[in-house]
């Protein structure tokens, strides 16, 4: 299986559980692996036989900023079951980080991985 990746999407959103959290948006950063086989898409040199990071990228970062999920829990389960489902990825890993949300901590988040390698 090949990967295809996008790391350090940046996306901004209203996320947490206190008051203070939800008042602002806040930054959150991804990170997708998406499992696929580019050897279609390289023989022929065809955008439409592999994974289009573009579209992936456009798709999360309007999902994410419109959501107001409590937890990073949750976010991270619907992106991957959005992206599993919209895109035919059989297998990926998500890491979603929450930069700042802990003064002892450079950043906090999960990561999740799903469907079959």
Aim: negative net charge; glycine residues 6%.
């Amino acid at each position: 299986m090949d990967i295809v990746y996008i790391r350090g999407l940046q996306v901004d959103t209203i996320i947490g559980i206190y008051d203070f959290e939800r008042a602002h948006r806040q930054i959150l950063v991804l990170d997708l692996e998406l499992g696929t086989d580019i050897r279609p898409a390289a023989a022929s040199d065809d955008i439409a036989l592999t994974l289009n990071y573009k579209a992936i990228t456009e798709t999360v970062e309007d999902f994410v900023k419109r959501s107001e999920f409590y937890l990073v829990e949750t976010l991270a389960q619907r992106c991957a079951e959005l992206i599993m489902t919209d895109f035919a990825v059989p297998w990926m890993r998500l890491s979603l980080s929450k930069p700042g949300a802990m003064r002892q901590a450079k950043d906090v988040g999960i990561i999740i991985e799903r469907g079959r390698r």
